[in-house]
């Protein structure tokens, strides 16, 4: 897990350093650099380029005459070492006591997380001083001896970012009153200082500028997390917007600090600073992404009695945290007030919505299991730090199985069409299949094609069915194995996951043309009509994905695991013949319709092969041993079958009429 992070470091290092040096650190540039705002003999706040605290830029001022480019160097270092005690001090401030595996993965696994994190990458690009704020406040709450030096810390944070004042009365309100009140004395210090050295910065900050509200990007941009962002996007303006802002503000940090008080006397301080700052993100006037570190320390929270919810709140957390709104939701107009303020609507799910579990609670520990059935033994089992080798059985959170197939297929949309290799090696791969099948004796995707052109009626059926049921058949097998056949679930899931992986790999490393884009082989494009080969992007479904990743066939790939998981589950032998049909009529559309050749096939077939193969290695076999007892469904509901439902012959109605009989 370190070496993990040493990776990610190198990874971050090389992304900002790459960058040309009028396109890095140009927030930091913008601040020091030979024409930067610490520069100019007028206020800070003339350029609007400057947005942080009078205060921030007094610091700021001895560096001003660094050379730039070392500067840049340590400014990157220094904020990768931030990152990194961050984490320590959120791993040692984790409530309860941490087992050894735990100890041993927590620190890097934390580390790592905030390394993807959108903010930290934001900030090491731009060379902001976000993450000082944060890292200043969790010091001064759980490593800071006494109550002034601590104060005095969350007081240095509070100067240069003013919202985070609203930690006052959280520590207020949990009995540190003198970590209040120098919390408050440092602040008014700091402040009165900046007033001082630079009146006329301070004027334009705190008065013209209201605080620095008005400083920066446009407020109404995405890129403002806040309630007040939000509101200007949904088209409010004026007095009314500033008064319902003002109203909303109240209420939510009104909830949020009474919830984060309650955690804090629970015992859970590190949720309640993380509560405390996902109202600071929500209330402010603009929070900008670099500030938004705070919602990532929410994931810390514990949600749901049953074991399958217990990973939704962390996994939504760090999705938010780390992938675009497009990625997470789908290119549809109903959801796009949701995508576009995902990361305000996680910020303030954390300060007023989410039921945090209690200390106090039967569940905080051992959440109830929900068991269907018992795998046999696995042959990983002894392989220590790795328990994921062990075939699951349970149903998974539906929300969570939902916005993992989401942003699963977001990740393989985004590879697909970014595994481009050229159109003259695509076309060689292409004869290379053609020479390849002609020795074989299978070449008969001309002929499948002509032959399919003079049917109208089976033409129209086949390009049908290649357009529509690539999608729906695979998920609507996936919906009735989930309500149905809960222990065989991940079982098909985790076989069609390896599968697709596997075909990306295909995708990158062999582009090839299918026969359609073929020049001077006479293949009919029956979906777009005649292809202009000299344009090859023609068409709508080409403007859409990479055309060229045709190996391996994850249309027939994804049919013929459709077909495997009915012919394994279904308990009928029409069920299971029909499960036969979808991948039959699949390679006939595919290569009729000339977007796939022979091969192609075969190289889907090969896929899914070793995608239940690699299943089949690292979970054990598909058969199941006795059911235990389920926990969530009553005192002694008796064994189920391996499909998950309870035996006919262990019902009470089933055991009376044997007393009957008896």
């Not at 005459?65 to 961050?86: D, P």
């Not at 939000?230 to 939510?252: D, H, K, M, N, S």
């Not at 209690?358 to 959440?367: E, F, G, L």
Request: proline content about 7%; charged content about 10%; hydrophobic content about 50%.
């Amino acid at each position: 897990m370190w070496l993990v992070v040493a990776v990610l470091a190198i990874r971050q290092l090389a992304a900002v350093f790459r960058l040309p040096p009028g396109e890095r650190l140009t927030d930091l540039d913008s601040w020091t650099g030979e024409n930067g705002v610490l520069h100019l003999t007028g206020s800070l706040y003339d350029s609007h380029q400057f947005t942080g605290t009078p205060f921030a830029g007094l610091a700021l001022k001895p560096f001003a005459s660094s050379a730039e480019q070392s500067l840049g160097v340590a400014w990157t270092f220094g904020t990768l070492l931030l990152v990194a005690a961050i984490g320590v001090v959120v791993v040692r401030a984790l409530p309860g006591t941490l087992s050894r595996r735990t100890s041993l993965l927590a620190a890097p696994a934390a580390i790592s997380l905030l390394m993807v994190s959108l903010p930290v990458r934001n900030t090491l690009n731009l060379g902001q001083t976000s993450i000082i704020p944060v890292l200043l406040v969790l010091l001064g709450c759980f490593s800071a001896r006494g109550e002034r030096s601590s104060g005095l810390l969350v007081g240095l944070a509070a100067a240069l970012q003013p919202t985070v004042l609203l930690f006052v009365p959280l520590l207020w309100l949990t009995g540190r009153r003198r970590a209040a009140l120098s919390t408050t004395a440092t602040f008014a210090a700091c402040t009165a200082l900046a007033w001082s050295a630079m009146p006329g910065d301070s004027w334009a900050y705190w008065i013209h500028h209201v605080a620095g509200a008005g400083l920066g990007a446009k407020p109404a941009g995405l890129a403002n997390q806040s309630l007040h962002g939000a509101l200007l996007r949904f088209g409010l303006q004026g007095p009314l917007e500033i008064a319902l802002f003002l109203v909303l503000a109240a209420a939510v940090s009104g909830l949020g600090l009474w919830r984060a008080v309650r955690y804090a006397k629970d015992g859970q301080l590190l949720l309640a600073v993380a509560v405390t700052g996902c109202v600071a993100v929500a209330v402010s006037p603009t929070a900008w992404q670099h500030q938004l570190l705070w919602i990532l320390l929410a994931a810390v929270g514990r949600v749901g009695s049953r074991a399958s919810n217990r990973l939704v709140w962390p996994a939504l957390v760090v999705l938010a945290m780390t992938l675009p709104g497009t990625m997470l939701l789908p290119n549809i107009e109903a959801v796009f007030p949701l995508r576009d303020n995902v990361l305000l609507v996680v910020a303030l799910a954390a300060a007023c919505a989410v039921p945090f579990l209690p200390r106090t609670s039967p569940y905080w520990q051992n959440p109830v299991p929900t068991l269907y059935a018992t795998p046999l033994p696995a042959r990983w089992a002894r392989v220590p730090f790795a328990p994921f080798w062990r075939r699951v059985l349970t149903r998974p959170n539906l929300f969570l199985e939902l916005l993992a197939i989401r942003v699963g297929y977001s990740v393989y949309a985004h590879i697909r069409a970014a595994a481009t290799g050229g159109r003259s090696t695509a076309e060689a791969h292409g004869r290379t299949i053609v020479s390849i099948e002609k020795a074989l004796h299978i070449d008969i995707e001309h002929w499948a094609n002509h032959a399919m052109v003079k049917l109208p009626r089976v033409e129209s059926f086949l390009n049908f069915y290649y357009q529509s049921f690539h999608f729906v058949v695979p998920l609507a097998i996936l919906a009735v194995l989930y309500v149905r056949r809960p222990s065989d679930y991940r079982w098909a899931r985790t076989a069609l996951s390896f599968a697709t992986l596997l075909g990306l790999v295909g995708f990158f490393f062999y582009p090839l043309a299918p026969p359609r884009l073929m020049p001077g082989m006479g293949f009919i494009d029956t979906a777009h009509g005649v292809q202009d080969l000299a344009h090859p992007d023609y068409g709508a479904l080409t403007a859409m994905t990479n055309q060229y990743a045709a190996m391996p066939s994850l249309h027939f790939g994804w049919s013929l695991w459709c077909g495997i998981v009915i012919v394994v589950t279904a308990p009928k032998w029409w069920m299971k013949a029909l499960g036969l049909v979808h991948p039959l009529f699949t390679v006939t559309a595919i290569i009729g319709t000339a977007n796939h050749w022979v091969l192609d096939a075969v190289g889907g077939a090969a896929v899914v092969a070793m995608g239940f193969g690699l299943t089949y290695l690292l979970a054990g076999r598909r058969e199941l041993t006795t059911t235990p007892q389920d926990p969530g469904s009553g005192p002694n509901p008796g064994p189920r079958t391996p499909s998950g439902r309870r035996d006919p012959a262990t019902t009470p109605r089933a055991r009376s009429e044997q007393s009957a009989q008896a």
